[in-house]
């Protein structure tokens, strides 16, 4: 990599598994990471470089669509990122001669974090610290905007449910939308602040978790509102909380000091691996395989996790 990675993103869905983007100071580079066994049965990551794009500013975020597909001819990439410029762009590639920005714009501060809805793509969430989440339509049309009590940290959409958003506030509080609505059906709050980052876990829905102050904080929505679980992730501050996709019980944070991410496995009641990087941020998990992304200075480092 050119430069320190500010955003990195594994695709969610898995036809597209193998497809990561970077995001760096000024551009977006797509990436195929391939897992091959070697003589002695190691699994080794191999990245090829499908396209490269200019951004123009930091990425802050990145979300990928699932109109992405590369067994139809043409071929088709579809990304969104949040700029440092509090922007949304939209990119579309057939990997060719063919690609397209669309800015999307709508925010007054900076956009901490967005996604597609994950069945069609045809919806775009983003949160800002300008204290809304808004949704938009392919066109790059405002659909919704849902006004916030703090500025908006994380947002998910259900991933069955598409018309379910989970929107996580800076003061400790995590709300679960009807976009049909625009109501809030449900809510969760810790105690510490600031709450930097949640997340809905991809394998089991009924699991929300995220990271407030200097702790993690674990929910069951079908027991009780109440946080299931809370413990120390990071002595200063955590930034970053990420469920596996492969794993129901397998987490990572990431936070301060020394920039260090630590991945927890709550069957077993402990952390599994605790590492530090010199900079960089980001973390993103392999959809089928545990394997963990993070950014680096001009590197993506990867870990694969054992799970039992």
């Known amino acids: 990599m050119p430069d320190v990675v500010y955003s990195v993103a594994f695709s969610p869905f898995h036809w597209i598994d ?44 990145i979300a990928w669509s ?19 410029d509090r922007k949304i762009r939209v990119f579309s590639s057939d990997l060719k001669n063919d690609d397209t ?8 501060d900076y956009i901490n974090d967005l996604a597609f809805d994950p069945q069609t793509g045809e919806q775009l969430a983003s949160v800002s610290d300008d204290h809304t989440c808004c949704v938009w339509s392919p066109e790059g049309n405002l659909v919704a905007r849902l006004f916030l009590t703090s ?4 947002v998910r959409w259900h991933t069955e449910e598409v018309y379910k958003l989970l ?33 809905w876990s991809p394998a089991n829905s009924l699991r929300v978790g995220c990271v407030a102050g200097s702790d993690w904080f674990l929910w069951d929505t079908s027991i009780s ?15 970053t909380f990420s ?40 973390l993103s998990w392999h959809c089928r395989l545990p394997l963990l992304a993070a950014g680096g200075d001009r590197e993506v480092v990867l870990w694969k996790i054992e799970t039992t």
């Open 101 to 108: 920005v669309q800015h999307v714009e709508g925010h007054s």
């Open 243 to 282: 469920f596996a996709h492969s794993h129901r019980e397998l987490f990572a944070t990431r936070g301060l000091p020394e920039n260090q991410i630590k991945v927890s496995n709550r069957n077993l009641a402990q952390t599994i691996l605790s590492a530090t990087l010199n900079e960089g941020s980001g």
């Open 66 to 84: 699932p109109q992405t597909t590369l067994t139809l001819i043409p071929k088709s990439i579809k990304f969104a990122t949040a700029g440092g």
């Open 167 to 199: 929107v996580a506030e800076k003061k400790g509080v995590i709300r679960f939308y009807n976009i049909g609505t625009q109501q809030p059906v449900m809510s969760l709050e810790c105690t510490n602040r600031p709450l930097l980052s949640a997340d």
């Open 18 to 61: 193998s497809l990561i983007a970077v995001g760096m100071r000024c551009r977006i580079t797509i990436l195929s990471c391939k897992i091959t066994d070697d003589d002695s049965g190691e699994e080794n990551a191999n990245f090829d470089i499908l396209r490269d794009f200019n951004h123009g500013c930091r990425v802050q975020a």
């Open 225 to 239: 509102s109440q946080p299931l679980e809370q413990r120390t992730a990071h002595i200063e501050r955590g930034v």
């Open 151 to 154: 500025p908006g940290m994380s």
